[in-house]
């Protein structure tokens, strides 16, 4: 059973009933650890043509925009706030996925990356999906994160390893491009976490 939220209100779909919404759609948009949604919910409004899955374990994060997409319902038909981290999601649905500022686990799952977990986001995914995933730490302002979780020192560098590459082949995901963001950059993202991240102190995002 998937749990979802519609404005403020948690409902319940079968594995059916959630194929059912999704039919017809050009392409289905999987954004995970969604946070309040905004990122979605903007796109859903730009592109009717493709749905987007907002996925996030808080509910309480998504309310505000669930009631605002609810509200615009008819308009707005393309969207669908999901209550979970990665699992209970119906597998191989997925055009994109999107891992966007990750933290705790799932950021560890990406950058070390571990199998046990990567393999969870793979599951959501249709064959030949693309997955973009937008990470950022730094020594200066997450050292308790950085400690308690052993994470690497990240730069384009560490990322551009065969070692990391190769871990990521044999999970079957291929890597296509890395590049880093500025905070710059970043400022038109339609996120409120991103923008938060970008109006803040300067680092670097990969």
Known sequence: MIRILVGK????L?????????????????DIGT???????????????IFFIGMDPVKENMIEIS????????KIHNILFIISAIENIPSFIADEVTV??????????????????????IYIAKDN???????????????NQIKNR???EINLEYFGKEEYSEKL????????HIYELSNNELKNFNSQWAKKLAFGKSRLFF
């Open 9 to 12: 209100n948690e409902e319940v």
């Open 169 to 176: 082949k044999k999970m079957g995901l291929i890597m296509q």
């Open 100 to 121: 966007y500022f990750p933290w705790g686990i799932l950021l560890e799952a990406i950058v070390k990356p571990i199998e046990s977990m990567m393999q969870k986001i």
């Open 129 to 143: 999906a693309s997955f973009d995933f937008i990470t950022t730490y730094s020594e200066d302002f997450d050292g």
């Open 67 to 74: 009631s605002k997409a609810q509200k615009k319902y008819k």
């Open 14 to 30: 079968n594995e059916e009933s959630f194929k059912n919404i999704i039919h017809g759609f050009k392409n289905i948009y999987v």
């Open 35 to 49: 946070g309040s949604g905004t990122y979605v919910y903007k796109k859903a409004i730009k592109n009717p043509d």
């Open 150 to 152: 052993e994470l690497p």
